[in-house]
């Protein structure tokens, strides 16, 4: 896979690749994922990438000749037509978007190469969205400063996605999300740490209990942090009755 990603702030980029496995998939030739600046693709002596709102109002927005020389460039398409069928996807990075999820996220590992347009100021020139762009992509309900921080989680959840990114001894359908619930908790070394002791049942060589003691745990923790999760979730009758239990005090007497 190729990712380029457009942006007024290349260097942003400098580092949040090199590390774990997305660095991994890089050294092996997975992916090839590269920052460009947007003014390099502007024609005027001062590369101006903004200019003021149609309209009146705060703040600039980007202008559309700079983004559609870019894109051009980078993918030989002038516009989102052109690219059916060619596993390119165009993705906008901004707070109108559809919000990304771990589905979004298989759907665009998917793709030979994915070009990101990193938004700033007000926002865009909504020609780029109306003809350029295959997807729209907010990361969440929050304000960021641009749409860097954006594009290098959406380029991390895909890029761990790829055929061959994760080791042996774990994958990506053991992760969280993958069953629509949260994991489980977790212990190590030592047993009792600060007077709490790690529960018994995961100190005892029972798999089929711990199995179980997992599973309980994963549900009630989804309940607690993500209750809108369990809507989805598919669940035994088993499952059901444990939820309809009584939330216990403190997990850790189990
Ligand atoms: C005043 C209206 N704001 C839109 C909701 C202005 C505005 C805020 C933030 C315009 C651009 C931005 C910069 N954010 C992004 O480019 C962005 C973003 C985000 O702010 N939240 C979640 N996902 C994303 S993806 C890109």
Same mark, same amino acid.
């Given at each position: 896979m190729r ?9 942003y ?6 590390y774990?496995?997305?660095?991994r998939?890089g050294?092996?030739?997975l ?8 003014r390099?693709?502007t ?6 990438v903004d200019d003021?709102?149609f309209?009146?109002?705060?703040g600039?927005v980007?202008k559309?000749?700079?983004i559609f ?5 980078l993918t030989?398409a002038?516009?989102a037509?052109?690219?059916a ?5 165009v993705v &906008?990075? /901004?707070?109108q978007?559809?919000?990304? @999820?771990?589905k979004?996220a +298989?759907? #665009?590992?998917g793709?030979?190469q994915i070009?990101l347009?990193c938004?700033?100021?007000?926002g865009?020139?909504?020609?780029v ?7 729209e992509?907010s990361?969440?309900?929050y304000v960021l400063?641009?749409?860097?921080p954006a594009?290098?989680v959406?380029?991390?959840?895909i890029?761990?996605l790829?055929p061959g990114? &994760?080791? /042996?001894?774990t994958?990506a359908?053991? @992760?969280?999300?993958?069953? +629509?619930? #949260?994991?489980f ?8 740490f600060?007077?709490?002791?790690a ?8 798999h089929?209990?711990?199995a179980r003691w997992?599973?309980?745990r994963?549900l009630?923790k989804t309940r607690?942090?993500r ?12 499952e ?15």
């Open positions: 990712v380029d990603i457009i942006t007024i702030f290349p260097d980029f400098g580092a949040v690749f090199d774990g496995i997305v660095r998939a050294a092996g030739g992916v090839e994922i590269k920052a460009h600046d947007l390099g693709w024609t005027d002596k001062h590369r101006m003021r709102p309209g009146g109002g705060d600039m980007l559309p000749e700079p020389a870019a894109v051009e460039s030989g002038r516009q037509q052109e690219l069928g060619t596993g390119v996807r &906008l990075l /901004s707070p978007g559809r919000v990304f @999820d771990q979004v +298989g759907e #665009l590992a793709a030979k070009v347009i938004g700033r100021y007000e865009v020139d909504e020609r969205v109306e003809t350029l762009v295959t997807d992509i990361i969440g309900d400063s641009g749409g860097e594009a290098a959406v380029v991390d959840a890029v761990r790829l990114a &994760l080791g /042996s001894e994958s359908s053991n @992760d969280s999300f993958s069953d +629509g619930l #949260l994991d908790p977790h212990y190590t070394r030592p047993p009792e600060r007077g709490s002791r529960p018994e049942v995961l100190l005892g060589g029972n089929s209990e711990i997992r599973r309980r994963a009630l607690r942090n209750p809108d999760l369990l809507e989805c979730a598919a669940l035994s009758e088993a059901r009755a444990w939820l309809a239990e009584e939330e216990p005090e403190i997990f850790r007497d189990e």
